[in-house]
């Protein structure tokens, strides 16, 4: 399976985008499925991009 890597900025302010939530779904004909819901942390990351 690939990788799928994010960063959120807030532009207005310029800094990292802190506690936003991301969900990634699968969606086909059967309708979606999650999977994987993270928050970012304060440097606009999720926690799992660290490992």
Same mark, same amino acid.
Do not use: P, W
């Given at each position: 399976? +690939?990788? /799928?890597? &994010?960063? &959120? /900025?807030? !532009?207005?302010? =310029?800094? *990292? +985008? &802190?506690?936003?939530?991301? #969900? /990634?779904?699968? !969606?086909? #004909?059967?309708?979606?499925?999650? /999977?994987?819901?993270?928050?970012?942390d =304060? *440097? =606009? @990351? *999720? #926690?799992?991009? @660290? *490992?």
């Open positions: 399976m +690939g990788k /799928l890597n &994010t960063h &959120t /900025l807030e !532009v207005i302010q =310029g800094k *990292s +985008g &802190t506690g936003v939530g991301i #969900a /990634l779904y699968v !969606v086909n #004909a059967d309708g979606k499925k999650l /999977l994987k819901n993270v928050v970012t =304060g *440097s =606009g @990351r *999720s #926690a799992s991009q @660290r *490992s």
